[in-house]
């Protein structure tokens, strides 16, 4: 079964300072991954996705991540983060196998302080 | 075009009463997924629909938990006898064959709250 651990319930960050968040998956072969935000109110948006090839896959709204197979790990990264960037963040897995059905982690709170 | 749309966007039950949740997916998108998040928790996959194979219903948590699709379009997810643990965010999303099935894009969801 496939499962998507993600540590760090709560990060807070000052704007314009870098942002990481940590993903790690369990699954059988190679995994579809997925990257969400959910900001207050909103709905799920997909910021990026990683199916195969470059391992360092670039999203919207200035993100990207990068899926280290070693580390079984897909963390999220944004250089300077802006206040509008508080939101919840989502890391999920899927594979076409499992009937392409979306395994979420806990997700991951991020507070921006000015 | 139109996204994922649900209704109600919120709905307040009496513990006992049931409860219909609607999805209209994306035009086009053979797929269809039902996902609930409880609060401050990520996503647990509930039941997919495919086409006109049978749905993947192993996430849905009980026999209360129902759900049907009319064809390519909407579908309804049903909970009878709604107990207070069913209070949720209920989301559903859909995803085309175009996209290989795995991009699935999600409606606003439907607030679920039991007295």
């Known amino acids: 079964a496939q499962s998507v651990t993600q540590p760090d319930i709560h990060i807070t960050v000052s704007e314009g300072a870098s942002l990481e968040l940590r993903c790690n998956y369990s699954?059988?072969?190679?995994?579809?991954l997925f990257w969400y935000v959910q900001s207050p109110g909103q709905g799920l948006q997909l910021l990026l996705k990683?199916?195969?090839?470059?391992?360092l896959v670039q999203g919207i709204k200035g993100f990207e991540a990068e899926f280290k197979r070693s580390q079984s790990s897909f963390n999220l990264r944004k250089p300077s983060v802006h206040w509008s960037d508080a939101a919840e963040y989502f890391c999920a897995v899927g594979a076409k196998a499992a009937g392409n059905k979306l395994t979420f982690g806990g997700g991951t709170r991020v507070l921006v302080k000015p | 075009g139109a996204g994922v749309s649900q209704s109600p966007s919120n709905k307040v039950t009496e513990k006992g009463k049931d409860v219909e949740l609607r999805c209209d997916p994306i035009s086009g998108h053979t797929a269809l997924y039902w996902y609930r998040q409880r609060l401050g928790q990520g996503l647990e996959f509930l039941i997919y629909f495919q086409g006109n194979s049978a749905p993947d219903k192993s996430g849905l948590p009980s026999d209360r938990f129902s759900a049907e699709r009319t064809g390519e379009s909407v579908s309804t997810l049903t909970i009878q006898r709604t107990q207070q643990e069913d209070s949720a965010v209920y989301l559903c999303a859909s995803s085309s064959r175009l996209r290989n099935y795995n991009e699935q894009f999600f409606g606003p969801g439907t607030r679920l709250t039991v007295l």
């Open positions: 990683y199916f195969s090839g470059d391992t």
């Open positions: 699954y059988g072969a190679t995994p579809y």
